[in-house]
């Protein structure tokens, strides 16, 4: 999903100007979704367990959706720039992690 997603965005920063308010609320629930699901992905083997910060970040972004799609667009560009950095971070982390168990084993 995380392939999908990445394109997805990419798309969306091309095209901000002709998004409609519901196409960037469902943009940015799906990006929240995945960031929970990368937080508790197995393959993580707890890396984010004591991450109380993005658990802060994915409950303050689940809270706030209709009003980051609600921003300007220059402001929500800024805004799926910062996430889909993040995203790529996470899933570099675990899949990493996962690399590293799987050599260990």
């Known amino acids: 999903m995380h392939r999908n997603l990445m394109s997805e965005i990419r ?17 940015i629930r799906k990006i929240v979704d995945e960031l929970h699901t990368l937080r ?7 890396l984010f367990d004591q991450s109380d910060n ?3 970040l994915i409950f303050n ?3 706030s959706v209709t009003a980051l ?3 300007d667009d220059a402001y ?12 790529k971070t996470m899933s570099d982390v675990v899949r990493r992690s996962a690399a590293l168990s799987a050599e260990l084993h």
């Open 11 to 27: 798309h969306a920063q091309k095209n901000i100007s002709g998004m409609h308010r519901w196409q960037r609320r469902s943009l």
């Open 40 to 46: 508790d992905d197995e393959l993580s083997e707890g």
């Open 54 to 56: 993005l658990d802060k």
């Open 61 to 63: 972004a689940c809270a």
């Open 69 to 71: 799609a609600e921003t």
């Open 76 to 87: 929500f560009g800024l805004v799926l720039e910062e996430f889909s950095s993040l995203l």
